[in-house]
């Protein structure tokens, strides 16, 4: 029992590391826009995102390969998700019957 709530616990990290990393990532690129230093934002941030995300993951893993794995699997899945919750929202479709055909109708 004690391996197992160890195991979701590097989930869990990882999943909160992989959170931080691509919500850096995605706060980073929407600062860039109004930015007068792009390339200084950019730097900045990937060095700060990987050195949070390296050094959290060594901590986890504490020289266990399964740790380690849980981790990366969690953070691969807080990509999937930050992806998901930042997107932006579709324009709504009008459905006119002309637009809901999918070819010309020949007359």
Known sequence: MNDLLTWLLAWVAGAALGTIF????WWTVRKLVAS???ALWVFGSLLLRMAIALTGMYFVAGGHWQRLLLCLLGFAMARLAVTRLTREPAPPR?????EAAHAPQSR
Not at 22 to 25: F, S
Not at 94 to 98: A, K, L, M, T
């Open 22 to 25: 691509y919500g850096g990532l």
């Open 94 to 98: 009008s459905e006119s019957p002309e």
């Open 36 to 38: 007068g230093q792009p």
